[in-house]
């Protein structure tokens, strides 16, 4: 599946505490994710946006490979606060269909519709400063902590591995829509919003 479109520098939904543990609810393994799309939800000259993205297979099974290609820019360098500067901030929007109603998730345990004051420091806790980044992001010269200079980024299609983790139970069965919008006081950077399906045996 391709998709192009306009994305920001950020992660919304990424399923872990700002400290990089998975919430230990009940939960259901060996989760699938189906119908996978995204757009962007803010202007097309939003300073940072992600151009091109495709991922294989569709569904993707959790655990199981996943292939991806990705390319984007962005014409502001997005930095952890310098006084007076302010950090990058997210947001993030959960919600899950029910009954045929979108209903709006609460911030529970840093999961769901919460806000991260600090996208950088939010970075560094899922990936230590000092420790290299993950593959293949290392391979490709590709940062995982700020600062994200001002330019051009390319990810050759590589393959991942995802791991089995552990989902809260309420983030296993059901169709999801999430938006995430980047942005500092009085400026958002970039918005992206994501449809998909989980489903778990």
Request: hydrophobic share 35%; with cysteine.
């Amino acid at each position: 599946m391709k998709v192009q479109t306009g994305f920001i520098w950020g992660s919304a939904g990424t399923g872990l505490n700002p400290i990089g543990a998975v919430q230990p609810l009940r939960v259901h393994s060996d989760a699938a994710v189906s119908n996978f799309d995204w757009k962007n939800c803010w202007k097309p000259d939003a300073p940072a946006l992600l151009k091109s993205l495709t991922v294989s297979p569709d569904p993707i099974a959790i655990p199981g490979e996943l292939t991806a290609a990705a390319s984007g820019s962005t014409s502001v360098e997005l930095d952890a606060p310098l006084s007076p500067r302010l950090p990058p901030q997210l947001n993030v929007t959960l919600k899950k269909e029910v009954a045929g109603i979108w209903v709006k998730v609460p911030c529970l345990d840093d999961l769901g519709s919460c806000h991260y004051p600090d996208a950088c420091d939010l970075l560094d806790q899922l990936i230590p400063p000092g420790q290299d980044c993950p593959e293949p992001l290392h391979t490709y010269g590709l940062p995982c902590h700020c600062p994200f200079k001002a330019g051009l980024y390319s990810l050759p299609q590589s393959d991942f591995y995802l791991p089995n983790v552990d989902l809260p139970y309420w983030l296993t069965n059901g169709k999801y829509r999430v938006q995430g919008v980047l942005g500092v006081p009085g400026q958002e950077l970039g918005c992206l919003e994501v449809a998909l399906s989980v489903h778990s045996d």
